[in-house]
C-alpha cells in the first residue's frame, strides 16, 4: 500500500469514526431526552395519585385560637356544625404546595354541603402567608401561626398534616403527608353525607 493510500485509508478511518461519534452522541442526546421527559410524565402522574392514607381516629378536637389575615380572632369551634379539615402547612413546604390546588377544588365543590378547610400556617408570618394566600388564590379559611400554638395544641411535627373533624366536633381522620383528591373524595365525602 503506497503512502498515499495509507493516508486515504487513514483518512476515511477518522472520518468514519467522527461520523459514529456524531451518531453515537445524537443517540445518546434522544436517550437522555427520553429519559428526562418519562419521569416528569410519571411524577405528574403520581402527583395526582399520590396521597398519604388516612388514619381513622377518634377523639374531640382540640380548639385552637388565632388571628386571621384580617387580624381577626377565629377557633376552629367557630366551625361547630360543619366538617372541618384542618391542614397544617407552610410556604417553604414542597408537598404543602403540591396539594394546595387540590385542596381549593375540593373545598368549591363541598363547601355548599358544610364542609370547610381551615389552613394553619405553623411557624409563619402574616406576610408569608398573605403573599402565599394570593398566589394560590386560595379562598378558605388560612390562619397564620407564627408561634407554633396549633402544632403544640394537637401535638404534631410533620407537614402537611391534616385533621378531619365531623360536625359535632370529634377528630376523625388524619394525615400526615400530601392528599389527592380520590383520598379526600373516599374519606372525606362520607362525613359530609352523615
Not at 58 to 80: C, H, I, M, W, Y
Amino acid at each position: 500500500m503506497s503512502a498515499r493510500q495509507r493516508a486515504l485509508h487513514h483518512k476515511r478511518r477518522q472520518h468514519n469514526s467522527a461520523l459514529l461519534l456524531v451518531i453515537g452522541a445524537g443517540f445518546i442526546l434522544l436517550g437522555l431526552a427520553a429519559f428526562l421527559s418519562l419521569p416528569r410524565a410519571q411524577q405528574e402522574a403520581a402527583r395526582q395519585e399520590y396521597s398519604a392514607i388516612p388514619v381513622e381516629v377518634n377523639f374531640p378536637a382540640p380548639d385552637v385560637e388565632l388571628t386571621d389575615l384580617n387580624g381577626q380572632k377565629v377557633a376552629l369551634s367557630d366551625f361547630r356544625g360543619q366538617v372541618v379539615l384542618y391542614n397544617a402547612w407552610a410556604t417553604w413546604c414542597p408537598p404543602c404546595k403540591q396539594e394546595m390546588p387540590t385542596l381549593q377544588a375540593y373545598y368549591e365543590a363541598h363547601q355548599p354541603a358544610g364542609f370547610v378547610i381551615v389552613a394553619i400556617a405553623d411557624g409563619q408570618a402574616l406576610d408569608e402567608v398573605r403573599a402565599f394566600v394570593q398566589e394560590y388564590r386560595l379562598t378558605f379559611p388560612v390562619w397564620p401561626d407564627p408561634d407554633y400554638r396549633a402544632s403544640k395544641t394537637f401535638r404534631f411535627n410533620s407537614l402537611p398534616t391534616s385533621f378531619v373533624i365531623d360536625r359535632e366536633g370529634n377528630v376523625r381522620l388524619t394525615w400526615t403527608g400530601a392528599i389527592s383528591r380520590a383520598m379526600l373524595e373516599r374519606y372525606v365525602t362520607p362525613l359530609l353525607e352523615q
